[in-house]
């Protein structure tokens, strides 16, 4: 799926996000940023030594935050590690938390000149966060990022299985009217 926003083109697919041809791939990191499972682990692997020698340097990063490093061997040139929340039940400012992690994501982006970037779903593997209101809350924050500066000209969202991809399809057809 592939939808215009302003200059800008924002695309859901299915897909290995280490594989991604862009300026950047978003990893969503843990705290540490010093690796771990899911993308985290598959996209350390791919990239090589390089990406956590760069983390290790970084001190960690903050929950809703994003720091950028090398993409090592990726052909991204470039990963932004941004951490989500842990679900909690929705007590714990988890939507805020997962917005800034997207928002934050596309900052960085855009401080180091960057026009291409690619996404996971952030949060809804281990962290526990319940993907149709995931899938809405970044869909939602991209889309507004990109109508108030559309230097990035492409967003892609990369999702791993087909449930998830429909999920947030799904969001995108209930959210459209508002940022569309």
């Known amino acids: 799926m592939e939808v215009k926003i302003g200059g800008s083109v924002l695309r859901l697919k299915q897909g290995d996000i280490t594989r991604e ?9 843990n705290t540490s ?22 983390c290790r340097k970084l001190g960690g990063c903050k929950t809703g935050n994003a720091k950028i ?8 040139r470039y990963v932004i590690h941004t951490v989500g929340p842990v679900w909690r039940g929705g007590k714990g400012n988890e939507d805020g938390l997962l917005e800034s992690a997207y928002r934050r994501s596309l ?3 855009l401080e180091n000149g960057l026009s291409s970037v690619s996404f996971p779903s952030i949060s809804t593997g ?17 889309a507004g990022f ?14 791993f ?19 569309g």
């Not at 962290?127 to 991209?142: M, Q, S, V």
């Not at 299985?161 to 940022?179: H, P, Q, R, T």
């Open 146 to 159: 990109l109508k108030e500066d559309p230097s990035i000209t492409e967003v892609n969202m990369v999702l």
């Open 107 to 109: 900052e960085v982006a």
């Open 126 to 142: 281990a962290y526990g966060f319940p993907l149709d209101r995931a899938a809405r809350i970044a869909l939602r924050t991209i």
């Open 69 to 76: 490093t090398t993409g090592g061997d990726l052909p991204a």
């Open 21 to 29: 041809e862009v300026d950047a791939v978003v990893n969503a990191a």
């Open 161 to 179: 299985g087909k449930n998830d991809l429909e999920s947030y399809e799904e969001a995108w057809k209930e959210i459209e009217a508002d940022v």
């Open 33 to 54: 940023l010093l690796g771990g499972g899911g993308v985290d682990g598959a996209i350390h692997s791919a990239g090589g030594p390089q990406i956590l020698e760069e």
